[in-house]
């Protein structure tokens, strides 16, 4: 079973300032298959990030994904009030096929 | 734009069978896969399993002994079954679409309370 692990647990940052998330995996996994969400208060999660660094439908550019291998990193620049949310990364992969990390909250100073 | 909405009852008692439906409308329901993950309050995200349109299943290994999934093409329906129930089942139910690795369109959730 691949292991995801969120750091930090949670993150305080102010507005207009850089949020760095990370997601290590326990083995590699292929860059096609790590995806980014964001769940705000109340929310169904919504889809970031897929194939580690292209932005879906209707993301703003102020998120991007990097990352190979076991190290994979979002990155909320300009960071504003509405990115209150916690954010989990996803692996699809070998039994059981999908898993998530355990998420980090990004709360606005 | 592609919709899920679940259904189902919010409470079920203790060692009884969970069951949830979610229909699906804006889009085919051929080509993805239809899963179901849940998230017990204040936690994070756990992948139940999925159902593909051709009716093939992969479950969580945690919970295959207890999770039937079918689909009902013509309804453009998925459901789930968690039989056996305890408190530990007590989450929001999320169906979701899978389409290659990612997930891209969530229902809104279905708060299950395990309690007699």
């Known amino acids: 079973e691949t292991v995801l692990t969120q750091s930090p647990g949670t993150l305080s940052v102010s507005p207009g300032d850089t949020a760095t998330l990370s997601c290590r995996a326990s083995?590699?996994?292929?860059?096609?298959?790590l995806s980014w969400y964001q769940q705000k208060p109340g929310q169904a999660p919504r889809l970031l990030i897929y194939?580690?660094?292209t932005r879906a439908t209707g993301i703003p550019d102020r998120f991007s994904g990097s990352g190979s291998g076991t190290d994979f990193t979002l990155t909320i620049s300009r960071l504003e009030p509405e990115d209150l949310a916690v954010y989990y990364c996803q692996q699809y992969g070998t039994s059981p096929q999908l898993t998530f990390g355990g998420g980090t909250k990004v709360e606005i100073k | 734009q592609v919709q899920l909405q679940e259904s189902g009852p919010g409470l079920v008692k203790p060692s009884e069978t969970l069951t949830l439906t979610c229909t699906v409308s804006g889009g085919a329901i051929s080509s993805y896969y239809w899963n179901w993950i849940r998230q017990p309050p204040g936690k994070g995200l756990e992948w139940i399993g999925y159902i593909s349109y051709t009716g093939s299943t992969n479950f969580n290994p945690s919970l295959r002994s207890r999770v039937t999934m079918s689909l009902d093409k013509s309804k453009k329906e998925f459901s789930l079954k968690v039989n056996s129930v305890t408190a530990a089942d007590t989450a929001v139910y999320y169906c979701?679409?899978?389409?290659?690795?990612?997930?891209?369109?969530w229902g809104q959730g279905n708060l299950v309370t395990v309690s007699s």
């Open positions: 979701v679409r899978l389409w290659a690795s990612r997930l891209d369109y």
């Open positions: 083995e590699s996994v292929s860059s096609t298959y």
């Open positions: 194939d580690a660094s």
